[in-house]
């Protein structure tokens, strides 16, 4: 399941796209395409990806460093990335809107961050996302994703253990799931929650991510096993699945529910708490 808006969002995601285009002097083409957090919407524009999100007015204006603005000024250009040519930013009725002009590239892996189905990812693909992280790693991240007062919350709701009291973290993307991954060529979308990311979070997200697929699943966990087999990757394993069993418990995701909690349980040798049952989503 993804997240997708309601009609009210939809409509006003559209009139700001709409919107966006004027003030950019674009003509767009083509289907709308809205983000799977929901608070997203994309759509071409001649030879470019002209995207906006929508988020509120107490966000205004973009930090210093971060999001897809900060990604273009401090990702090494190495990392296979849409680039970014303008923005453009303003808000309205309580909403700030961001508006970017990005490379326009090929459709993602998954229409979902989960993945259903092997997509026949070659050697080459794996190598230039070990080299991509890599790359992401040198750069200087200068926002926290998923700040320490979240994980001790998560860890004892969902996890059924208490949460460690540091978190070893490297520059990271932050939401490496398969809905902004492509394949070819290999890009990675969405660079608005990158930054300090735990150690081991990306490849173990893109793991919980592919547990309906184990064949993909095992791969990355060979992959990465020098990273996710560390004490430090085991934490970034669990904080994954806490965070997917959180989502879980919002109500997505429920044919993941009971592998990510037959992964948590080999993990930590306890098995997580009621909330955590399928059966028990609100």
């Not at 399941?1 to 995601?13: A, E, K, V």
């Not at 303008?86 to 002009?101: C, K, R, S």
Request: glycine share 10%.
């Amino acid at each position: 399941m993804s997240f997708q808006p309601d009609d009210d969002t939809r409509h006003d995601l559209t009139a700001a796209h709409q919107k966006a285009a004027g003030f950019l002097g674009l003509v767009c083409t083509g289907p709308q395409v809205f983000g799977t957090s929901g608070t997203t919407i994309g759509r071409q524009a001649e030879n470019v990806w002209l995207r906006v999100s929508r988020s509120s007015r107490r966000r205004a204006p973009r930090p210093t460093g971060q999001g897809a603005l900060g990604a273009e000024q401090l990702v090494p250009a190495s990392v296979p990335r849409p680039r970014l040519h303008d923005t453009v930013d303003w808000t309205e009725a309580g909403w700030f809107y961001q508006a970017d002009v990005f490379d326009l590239v090929g459709s993602a892996v998954s229409s979902t961050p989960d993945l259903r189905h092997d997509p026949g990812l070659d050697d080459g693909w794996w190598t230039g996302l070990r080299n991509a992280l890599a790359g992401i790693a040198e750069a200087p991240g200068t926002k926290i994703t998923l700040r320490q007062a979240w994980v001790d919350e998560v860890f004892p709701k969902y996890l059924g253990i208490p949460a460690p009291a540091e978190v070893e973290r490297t520059t990271g993307h932050g939401d490496l799931q398969w809905a902004n991954l492509t394949a070819r060529p290999f890009t990675i979308l969405d660079w608005e929650r990158w930054g300090l990311v735990p150690v081991g979070y990306d490849p173990a997200v893109l793991w919980v991510s592919s547990l309906l697929v184990p064949e993909v699943a095992d791969c990355i966990r060979t992959e990465f096993a020098d990273i996710l087999d560390t004490p430090a990757g085991r934490v970034g394993q669990l904080i994954a699945l806490a965070e997917m069993l959180q989502a879980v418990d919002r109500g997505y995701y429920p044919e993941l529910a009971p592998l990510l909690a037959d992964q948590a349980r080999e993990l930590t040798g306890v098995t997580p708490p009621q909330g955590t049952d399928p059966g028990l989503v609100r």
